[in-house]
Structures are given as C-alpha cells and as structure tokens.
C-alpha cells in the first residue's frame, strides 16, 4: 500500500511555472506507476502526464505535451510535475495516482490517491 500527498500549487500567471511534488510513503514506491491527473468542477477527471516505477518512461496528454514534464526520485519517494508556459485552461486540482499498470488514462486503474492541489493560472 502507498500514500501519496502532494503540494506545490497555488497562483501563478498564464506563461508562468509551477512545479508539483508528489511524496509517498511506502517502501515499494518504485514498483508503482505514477500518474497526474486534474480535475475542474462539473467535470470528470482528466490524465495530464504518467512515468513509469523507473522512471524510464513517460507519457503525456496531448494537451500538456511539451510544457509540462514528469519525473520521479524514487530516493526520495517522490514524483513532480513541471509545469511551464501555464494556460488559463491549466487551472484545476491536481492529483497524483499510484497504478500497477503503465500508462493508463483512466482513473480506475489507479489503486491510490493523493488528496490533491490547487493550481490556479490568472490573466
């Protein structure tokens, strides 16, 4: 079992950065795939960005691909996500999802949440 709890959101102005973390407690953190999701209200949740328990593979939504990158320290049980050249269409609560399997898109295939951050990009 793994817990995941990430931080690093808030305000930041479109063409702006941010960088998530996702920590995890657990000591089989590098057997799991992690993904980024996010979600605004009255939608559903939506894939951003996934790496493998390695960290030698990455996927990414069309939407995010080229301005936002997954990486992962697994010394540190810890996964992030850059984000650059932020949008307005950017805003959202992140999450961040523990998986068996790699690469998904759908939410249930992810076993573990985090709680999720706000990430708010202003004009």
């Known amino acids: 079992q793994v817990q995941l709890v990430e931080s690093g959101g808030g305000l930041e102005q479109a063409g702006g950065s941010l960088r998530l973390s996702c920590a995890a407690s657990g000591r089989t953190f590098s057997t799991y795939n992690i993904g980024w999701f996010r979600q605004t209200p009255g939608k559903e949740r939506e894939f951003v960005a996934a790496i493998s328990g390695s960290g030698g593979s990455t996927y990414y939504a069309d939407s995010v691909k080229g301005r936002f990158t997954i990486s992962r320290d697994n010394a540190e049980n810890t996964v992030f996500l850059q984000m650059n050249s932020l949008k307005l269409e950017d805003t959202a609560v992140y999450y961040c999802?523990?998986?068996?399997?790699?690469?998904?898109?759908?939410?249930?295939?992810?076993?573990?949440w985090g709680q999720g951050t706000q990430v708010t990009v202003s004009s």
């Open positions: 999802a523990a998986a068996n399997l790699y690469g998904s898109r759908w939410p249930n295939d992810y076993n573990y």
